[in-house]
């Protein structure tokens, strides 16, 4: 720790204004929106827990001086066993006492950023339905739909802690444009990956005010596919209680390199000055890229989580355990700097009975978060066990990577996205496949262990079986796969009986012939009329966006003059009366707000009609003359009221 006190000098309080304070929560510095996460007992709780104190280090946690590693390390491994003490396990406890399931989630997008949480991953394993959230229909997003780490921490978590069910929050965020097409790609694609109880975000009782934009779709009578919205769901249905049925047994164990996160992550620094990745943005980055290259090749593998490892992980028979999972083959990935002692103990004894390791990274310097050797000798030790290299190729993971079990054929030709989960049952094995490319057949060829094949139809809830040979217990199946198929098939290991179907088309699927369409307008033509002048307190503001025009009304009287958004009901929180205290309107308080519309010469509707969001607030008038809403009509929403204005 030399050099600290050098650096700290006289300036400390100027150079971290704000982070004494007499309120708990308070978790921003000088001002900034810098996160770091501070309370009263961490200080006495740290010195215990290491044996120096962390107010004499603070620079650490955001510059790169003295041993900056081993304090960050420090730092985030006992926010995590604060935050686990203090709510996962009391909440555990109290649910298992009284019977209840608990499932949610965190904020699990961050990582390996720890401002949201030190180990997402770790707090699985206190959720009798551990659960994630997936927002947004872009695969664009990483954070978000696309995140592949994100789904597989939490199907990881419940095969190694036998969760019988994984929730997901879906569609979160996906827009009022999102299709039913749209709907069936994202849930393959978080099924394959291990959900398999989905909770759709979400359902508004009301369009009021900022919910018509607050993370649409809503799964609600404003929909107009509301009432068409059963089929999908049942497909879902059916994959739920397929998914959560069996086991899915992977016998290869990735190590998620959290804690290598909390040395790398400072508030500070989003980016460096010359626009290179971080050392964080690479562990991430890389981490990210192994998972892709391991689900498109089809390579069946768990993460571990070290938090968990710690608590549950064992060695017997040769393999790494965690929980009921055993794994005869261990990953280290890129970037990875840092182990946890009971980790290291546990390849220790792992590889002292001839387990295998395959280290995508020079070997740790870190244990801990302490610089130690300890590692290395280990590594020097059982060298004829571990294969060092630096990225993984189609023959590595043909050589050592492959399942005996399930043999794709050339998957780097497949086409498409395909992603596969398998699942074992005491009779057969299940497999599920998606291909979830927009515009992209996949053409995919593989064996799989069995002696018969039935193929379910999720959709319409009937299953056949296929006329497919076994060939010494393996039977081998090629078909494709549209953009936003997926094919759920179940190899029994004997025959099956049931209606028989023809073999499957290989190659690209012929367009079917359409037949004459009739489109018919089953509603009033409508036109959204989102710009406005706004008149307030003698102020005149021309062509403003309505939004913006609510914020402007509420800046004016509120005299706010430091958020970026003003109006209360868009972006606070309640707490107390927070937001009730902000109500200083009276009769003095009003504004006028004019919408425009032209109708072209010589045009007349025979019906038009006017649609305002809670008329009874305002008084409306069409070029001057007063409307009223029209008793018990509404448009979209029962709060929208509709005036007759032809």
Known sequence: MDGYEEYIGDDFGTLMPGIFTDEPNINTIGGSNLVTRFTPVLFNRFEKEYGYQLQSYLP????????????????????????????????????????????????????????????????YAYHQYPGIDMLFNSDDIPEQF???????????????????????????????????????????WEYVLGVNFMN????????????????PQSMSYHTPWWNSYKPLNEYFHRLSFALSGGKQVNNILVLEPTS??????????????????????????????????????????????????????????GKLVIGSRAYDMVIIPQNTQNLMGPTLQLLADYLGQGGKLLSLSPVPERIDGNVTSAAAKLYEQYGTQITMTEAVDAALINDILRSS????????????????????????????????????????????????????????????VLPDESDNGMVSMRFSLLPGESKLLFFGKKSLSGTDSKPYPVGTPKALQASVTTVNKLSPNTLTLDYCDLAVAGKQYKDIYFCNAADTVYKVYLKEKNSPKYNPWSNAVQYRTRILDKNVFDQNTGFEASYHFILNDGFVPSALKAVAESPHLYKISINGQPVQASPGEWWLDKDFGVSDIS
């Open 200 to 215: 759709q975000h979400l359902a508004h009782m009301t369009l009021k005010g900022a919910r018509k934009r607050d993370y």
């Open 60 to 123: 650490c946690l955001y510059d790169e001086v003295g041993d900056w590693k081993n304090v960050r390390h420090d730092y985030q491994a006992l926010l995590l066993k604060m935050f686990t003490e203090r709510w996962s396990e009391p909440w555990q406890k109290y649910t298992d006492e009284k019977k209840l399931i608990w499932t949610g989630h965190y904020w699990e997008h961050g990582w390996p950023d720890p401002k949201h949480g030190g180990d997402n991953m770790a707090m």
């Open 260 to 317: 290598t996160g909390w040395m790398l992550h400072s508030t500070t620094s989003r980016r460096n000055p010359d626009g290179t990745p971080r050392p964080i943005d690479q562990l991430k980055d890389s981490f990210h890229d192994l998972l892709t290259q391991f689900e498109k090749n089809q390579v069946e593998y768990d993460l571990g989580c070290e938090s968990i490892m710690k608590d549950h992980g064992s060695v017997k028979d």
């Open 405 to 464: 079990s399930f043999v794709p054929e050339a998957p780097e030709s497949w086409g498409g996205n395909v992603f596969h989960q398998r699942r074992i049952f005491k009779d057969g094995q299940f497999y599920f496949f998606t291909n979830y490319h927009k515009g992209e057949t996949a053409n995919i060829a593989f064996a799989g262990k069995g002696n018969s094949v039935a193929e379910f139809d999720l959709l319409g809830g009937q299953y056949s």
């Open 146 to 188: 696309g995140n592949i780490r994100a789904v597989k921490e939490l199907s990881s978590v419940a095969n190694q802690l036998d969760k019988a069910r994984s929730l997901s929050e879906t569609y979160g965020g996906s827009g009022w444009e999102l299709t039913f097409a749209d709907m069936k790609r994202q849930g393959d």
